[in-house]
């Protein structure tokens, strides 16, 4: 009986370090999640930089065409 309480034990043990060890997985992937959470929200912040500047500047170039367009009638 007292082999038996041992070798449970031990299995216990074991499953308990397997438990500890995925906990901490899980821990390191949500902090890896969360600063590509991050990352995703100052790329998506600079696309619109990118894309409103890309547009002023089309309008920009329209509004010049237009003008040079004027000045040549």
């Known amino acids: 009986m007292e082999l038996f309480h041992k070798e449970f034990e031990g299995d216990k043990n074991v499953q308990m370090t ?39 500047g089309s309008a920009t170039i329209k509004a010049f065409t237009g003008v040079r367009q004027r000045q040549g009638e």
């Open 18 to 56: 397997k438990i500890a060890s995925l906990e901490a997985v899980v821990k390191e992937h949500a902090a890896r999640i969360a600063k590509l959470n991050d990352q995703i929200e100052k790329s998506y912040s600079r696309v619109q930089d990118i894309a409103l500047k890309a547009v002023e």
